[in-house]
């Protein structure tokens, strides 16, 4: 069952990287990203639920400038680490979580949120500030689990959806005021069972356009 209880992400900071199904959905959901938005070391960039940085790091060399945003001081540790050790000057990090009301302020070309939404008790409140904070004909790149049936998550600990149909992605940011949007599948994780079966889980981005 879902639980509104918020999982411990700081406790698993230091270790989020040493799986290496995340790293590969991390690289896929960037691929799909670079794919379908023309980038520009224009763009100002904004990234939520950013967790270590992997999607944040993989889209940072062909942009201006991404603010790393999320509600984890730990997973924020970890990202400025990298962000030290790897002598990057465009990336900035931000503790901020939307649903604790904090406000999202900026003038952001594009938002990318990836494998966050699924923890989000209003999904819908959350993309319209998405899109508020966006320029006139800005992006906005939402991945997460297409529709599945619980089973993906050992711990459910302040999971609030198993996963999203491609309609109620296709219509939340069609009524929040984008245009374009599509919706592809960039990616699907593997996971085996207790029972040694393996389960194929489908990732979708919702990909669209603030209009101008």
């Given at each position: 069952?879902?639980?509104?209880?918020?999982?411990?992400?700081?406790a698993?900071?230091?270790?989020?990287?040493?799986?290496?199904r995340?790293?590969?959905?991390?690289?896929?959901?960037?691929?799909?990203?670079?794919?379908?938005?023309?980038?520009?070391?224009?763009?100002?960039?904004?990234?939520?639920?950013?967790?270590?940085?992997l999607?944040?790091?993989?889209?940072?060399?062909?942009?201006?400038?991404?603010?790393?945003?999320?509600?984890?001081?730990?997973?924020?540790?970890?990202?400025?680490?990298?962000?030290?050790?790897?002598?990057?000057?465009?990336?900035?990090?931000?503790?901020?979580?939307?649903?604790?009301?904090?406000?999202?302020?900026?003038?952001?070309?594009?938002?990318?949120s990836?494998?966050?939404?699924?923890h989000?008790?209003?999904?819908?409140?959350?993309?319209?500030d998405?899109?508020?904070?966006l320029?006139?004909?800005?992006w906005l790149?939402?991945?997460?689990?297409?529709?599945?049936?619980?089973?993906?998550?050992?711990?459910?600990?302040?999971?609030?959806?198993?996963?999203?149909?491609?309609?109620?992605?296709?219509?939340?940011?069609?009524?929040?005021?984008?245009?374009?949007?599509?919706?592809?599948?960039?990616?699907?994780?593997?996971?085996?069972?207790?029972?040694?079966?393996e389960?194929?889980?489908?990732?979708?981005?919702?990909?669209?356009r603030?209009?101008?």
């Open positions: 069952m879902q639980t509104n209880e918020k999982r411990d992400f700081n698993k900071a230091s270790t989020w990287d040493e799986e290496p995340r790293v590969h959905l991390a690289r896929d959901i960037t691929a799909a990203i670079l794919a379908e938005i023309p980038l520009s070391s224009f763009m100002k960039v904004l990234d939520y639920g950013c967790g270590s940085g999607v944040t790091l993989g889209i940072q060399p062909y942009v201006g400038s991404i603010v790393g945003a999320d509600s984890s001081h730990g997973m924020l540790e970890v990202l400025s680490r990298k962000v030290r050790e790897q002598d990057i000057s465009n990336i900035t990090v931000r503790l901020i979580d939307l649903e604790a009301h904090d406000t999202l302020e900026g003038d952001f070309d594009l938002i990318v990836s494998m966050t939404m699924h989000v008790i209003n999904v819908k409140a959350l993309v319209s998405f899109v508020r904070a320029n006139p004909s800005g790149a939402i991945a997460d689990l297409e529709d599945e049936d619980g089973s993906f998550h050992d711990d459910r600990t302040g999971v609030l959806h198993h996963g999203f149909e491609q309609k109620y992605l296709q219509e939340i940011l069609t009524e929040n005021g984008c245009v374009d949007v599509r919706i592809i599948r960039p990616a699907v994780i593997r996971k085996f069972s207790a029972d040694g079966r389960r194929i889980y489908p990732v979708l981005l919702a990909v669209g603030k209009k101008p």
